[in-house]
């Protein structure tokens, strides 16, 4: 049997995705139309003999109730949220819970970040891992030499794939093969974490025990149940025989930020060309407002025939789009009124917001920078032809006259 786990993190971090995750969990906002969380779920199922899928995080559990039950249902696979009290890293948050985890007595435990965007290839990897016979197989991937300083940064060997050396974010540059934030590993996992705390605490009983020195130390040190997957556990493990590498060729992104979230959802939107053509607009024809590339559409949206919409378009339920209107790459949530002839390029536009006649909403679309896309918080009113561009607007808003470059607090 096989067990996933995916780390969803907390409300004190994914602080760069706001405002956006003001209102909403950020593993549950959508990509593709649907929650980020969900493209690592569905690529689980893809494992033969997947007994349970854990979520664990420490949001309150009611942000993740409805979600995980209609997630269950849906894939006839049993998926649970688990909260932690407080962050104990991503090791120690896997551990906390191994009694758990264990239940199932599953052979191998799938471990995937919440906020990493790829094709999640799991039952090759599996393979790959069951071939080399270590404790834990880790996706990578090649990047360039100038962004993979934001990763773990890894050396491996050309020939067996052993994990050689494995630096998190480092300062000066070791490879440009880095981490994905994609695991598998056997049971022995938690006997490697375990390791970790009991050194700690031995560690700090000795300073304890020294002098008083221990009394500054102890409230410096880390908690002995704070453990990081990639420092605590990957850096000491590496040229071990006991951690190997199983590169993707495909495509793989991490999600920050409010602007790699519309970068990620073209590349899902793309995956679903190939994998569910049914899901995205046009396919059915029941559509027919002009679509231009991938688009999905949320059954419950209204678009008006004459608009047109596309590529990277994702619309979500209860939207309304009006006669005219023109949608290049972005994300419309929920309750959003596009109103007649406007023009949305390179934006999220929040729940619940609306866009007048004639306005224009967008951005010069350059992922990575602050403002390179518009982001407009829940409820915001643009009025009738007011152009905004690359601006950050926080919820409740009206705008009435036009804005470019700005954060309007
Ligand atoms: N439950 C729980 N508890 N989840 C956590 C905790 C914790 O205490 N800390 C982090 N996470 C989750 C995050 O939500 C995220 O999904 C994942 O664990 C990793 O988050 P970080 O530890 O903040 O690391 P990172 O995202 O900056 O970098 C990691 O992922 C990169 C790939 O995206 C590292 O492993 C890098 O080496 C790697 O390249």
Not at 33 to 43: C, E, K, L
Not at 138 to 156: M, T, W
Not at 246 to 257: G, H, V
Request: contains cysteine; hydrophobic residues 40%.
């Amino acid at each position: 049997k096989v067990v996933a786990v995916i780390m969803v993190g907390g409300p004190t971090k994914g602080t760069r995705f706001r405002p956006l995750s003001l209102n909403i969990p950020k593993p549950l906002f959508p990509l593709a139309g649907q929650p980020m969380v969900h493209h690592p779920i569905s690529a689980c199922k893809r494992i033969p003999n997947l007994a349970h899928v854990y979520l664990i995080g420490f949001y309150e559990e009611r942000e993740f109730a409805l979600y995980v039950s209609s997630i269950s249902n849906e894939l006839k696979v049993p998926v649970r949220y688990l909260k932690e009290e407080k962050p104990h890293g991503s090791a120690g948050g896997l551990n906390n819970f191994s009694d758990l985890i264990m239940e199932d007595n599953p052979s191998h435990i799938l471990v995937l970040n919440c906020d990493v965007c790829c094709s999640f290839p799991l039952p090759e990897m599996l393979e790959a891992h069951k071939k080399y016979g270590g404790m834990g197989t880790i996706l990578v991937i090649k990047v360039s030499a100038e962004s993979a300083y934001q990763f773990g940064e890894l050396v491996a060997d050309p020939v067996t794939k052993e994990l050689l050396h494995y630096t998190e974010k480092p300062e000066t540059f070791v490879s440009d093969l880095i981490n994905c934030g994609v695991y598998i590993f056997t049971p022995h996992i938690f006997t490697a974490i375990q390791g970790v705390s009991t050194q700690r605490k031995d560690r700090a009983n000795l300073r304890r025990l020294s002098s008083f020195e221990a009394l500054q130390s102890t409230t410096r040190s880390t908690p002995t149940n704070f453990v990081r997957l990639d420092q605590d556990i990957l850096s000491p493990l590496a040229g071990k025989k006991q951690l190997y590498t199983y590169e993707t060729l495909d495509f793989w992104e991490q999600i920050k930020t409010p602007g790699m979230s519309l970068k990620c959802s073209a590349l899902y939107l793309a995956q679903f060309r190939f994998a569910y053509p049914h899901l995205l607009a046009g396919g059915d024809g029941i559509k027919s407002a002009s679509i231009v590339g991938d688009v999905y559409i949320h059954p419950s949206a209204k678009v008006h025939p004459s608009a047109k919409i596309g590529p990277n378009v994702s619309i979500s339920a209860n939207a309304r789009i009006g006669a005219g209107a023109r949608l290049i790459s972005c994300i419309i949530l929920d309750d959003v009124e596009i109103k007649e002839n406007a023009v949305v390029i390179h934006a999220i536009v929040g729940w619940k917001s609306s866009i007048g006649r004639w306005s224009r909403v967008q951005a010069s679309g350059d992922y990575n920078a602050k403002l390179g896309i518009t982001i407009l918080g829940e409820a915001v009113t643009v009025e009738d032809e007011v152009v905004v561009i690359n601006s950050i607007v926080l919820p409740n808003k009206t705008l009435n006259v036009s804005v470019q470059e700005e954060i309007i607090l």
